[in-house]
């Protein structure tokens, strides 16, 4: 199929719905399936933020850079973002039952291995495997429900499919903070081993194949290679360039290649019989809006909520279910939003709700940048709910957006776009945000340790103590007196506060502007094309 025919068909008024055929016991009924996929999904979101709140006892246990904790986080964002499309397309060709299953088994395997590791380089190595087998399971998830659902109820299923994702995102931090506390770092990824047995035992008894009739079948093996290409060097020029430097040599070539391949992977999809991405299909404002809103809104929340783990625990001296349990107020609010943001975006439509959620999260975070050392539980809490309200509109209504206005046949392929925009979008977020706190560190440390009266460091010393002061660790010296390290950890933590204040203002930014992203949105076209289309 070429993909103007794709477009065509997507742009036409729809169909009506095929009446899909009751489910008869366990196997393809709705619900369940929703709560088999559920589990799976749930997997990939917690291990999203769930690493966040290890991240500081990885470090001290493994004796970890700054640089490696971010690759902790990167490392994962970055295959799911490379990996997405082409597993979406996996789906859509070879059955999404299929792929999830095999994306389960692989995750599950990958994060036992993780917790065995005894080097910073082999977690690093196995978080790259878990966003492997994560980007299989994330759009066959999706390409599920779409098939499984009658139009009238996808919203809902949308909705709450949408209250796993954001209430294992936020939920990430609480559950950390009581398996590093109470077991050991290694357990944050232990326990995806039940849980993800437990997912294919539920999906070999409920799930049932869907593919459309006018199914790819055929696979773009250059396009694949191309866009994984510009993907790759894209974000890892992101996440180098505070290392290297922004004006480095090194950053802009991967930045060129990444465009450049970029271009080649534009005209290539242009030309073949039956495109990786059909590139007609960003013709659809609402689905190319969806896409980017979904980057936004990553950005603002990934890339915040990556310093706010270190902000709790050491700046405020919080142990890791403290600062868990301190973000409840985001995890409640982003679990009981979720679902009625579904059931509006069904009355109203997505426009009016997913332009709320921007506004409440460009509020929400501006908020953040104001937090000082001393910032009590109460306004911290104000800020963090707010943010949840704010997000809940915009994990569903986007998911919607792009899937909907996807013709039936490629909707792995934009259950991928729809996941790999969010990856992208957090790995964006974590290497911008994460480039503006260095850079604010770097700049204001030197002057705020002169006008303390401290005793000078040489440059060698200067860049290790950034470093911690990067992670809200102050660099007291081993048998400092008292006075002297109670001034040290004074400066380090007013110089970290300073820079994650930069960093949010940053973040406040990207929200605004994912507001006026919002009012290109609209009800998906296709969504009707779903439930009982090519049962097999």
């Known amino acids: 199929m070429t993909s103007q025919t794709t477009v065509d068909k997507a742009d036409k008024a729809p169909e009506p719905a095929s009446v899909p055929t009751p489910a008869k016991g366990l196997r393809g009924h709705p619900w369940l399936t929703l709560f088999a996929v559920a589990i799976g999904v749930m997997m990939v979101a917690l291990d999203g933020t769930i690493v966040a709140i290890a991240n500081p006892a990885i470090q001290k246990d493994l004796g970890a ?65 878990q966003g492997l087998f994560g980007a299989l399971l994330m759009p066959a998830a999706l390409g599920l429900l779409r098939a499984t659902f009658p139009a009238e109820k996808l919203n809902m299923a949308i909705g709450i499919w949408g209250m796993v994702i954001g209430a294992s995102t936020a939920g990430g931090p609480i559950l950390g903070g009581l398996l590093v506390q109470h077991v050991s770092w290694q357990s944050v990824f232990f326990i995806n081993v039940p849980v ?5 035992v539920l999906g070999v008894l409920i799930l049932k194949d869907h593919r459309a009739e006018n199914a790819p079948r055929s696979f773009d093996v250059v396009g694949i290679v191309l866009l ?42 242009s030309k073949v019989k039956e495109p990786l991405i ?34 709790l625990q050491n700046v405020h001296g919080m142990s890791p279910v403290d600062s868990g349990l301190h973000l409840l107020p985001l995890t409640g609010m982003m679990i009981v939003g979720s679902p009625l943001a579904g059931a509006m975006i069904t009355k109203v439509g997505p426009r009016i709700p997913l332009a709320g959620g921007m506004l409440c999260t460009a509020v929400a975070m501006y908020g953040m940048s104001t937090l000082e050392a001393g910032t009590g539980s109460g306004l911290m809490s104000l800020w963090f709910a707010l943010l949840g309200l704010g997000l809940a509109p915009v994990m569903v209504g986007a998911t919607e957006v792009i899937v909907g206005n996807a013709p ?21 977020g974590t290497a911008v945000l994460g480039a503006v706190m ?90 009707e094309a779903g439930a009982g289309v090519g049962h097999i």
């Open 196 to 200: 993800g047995i437990i997912a294919v």
């Open 228 to 269: 994984s290409a510009a993907m790759f060097c894209l974000v890892w020029a992101l996440i180098k360039a505070p290392e290297w430097g922004w004006g480095d040599g090194m950053t802009w070539t991967f930045i060129v290649v990444s465009v450049a391949s970029f271009v080649l992977f534009a005209l290539w999809e």
């Open 65 to 129: 850079t700054f640089a490696d904790v971010q690759w902790i986080t990167n490392g994962y964002f970055l295959a799911l973002a490379v990996a997405l499309i082409t597993a979406g397309k996996l789906g859509d060709r070879f059955g999404h039952r299929q792929t999830f299953l095999i994306g389960v088994v692989g995750f599950a395997a990958a994060s036992g291995a993780i917790g065995l590791s005894d080097s910073i380089a082999l977690v690093v190595t196995f978080r790259v495997l």
């Open 278 to 311: 059909p590139l007609a299909l960003f013709r659809s404002v609402p689905l190319s809006a969806g896409v980017v809103l979904m980057v936004l809104m990553a950005i603002a929340f990934m890339g915040g909520l990556f310093f706010v783990t270190f902000y």
């Open 438 to 527: 260095a850079s604010k560190v770097d700049s204001d440390l030197p002057d705020n340790w002169a006008e303390a009266k401290l005793p000078p460091m040489s440059e060698a010393q200067l860049d290790k103590a950034a470093e911690a002061v990067q992670v809200g660790v102050a660099p007291v010296p081993p048998k400092a007196p008292p006075s002297l390290a109670d001034q040290i950890t004074s400066v380090a933590h007013d110089t970290f506060m300073s820079g994650m204040s930069m960093a949010c203002l940053v973040a406040t930014g990207v929200a605004v502007v994912a507001v006026f992203v919002a009012f290109l949105t609209k009800r998906g076209v296709n969504a």
């Open 408 to 428: 039936m046949e490629l909707s792995g392929v934009a259950g991928g776009l729809q996941q790999a925009a969010m990856q992208i979008g957090g790995s964006l």
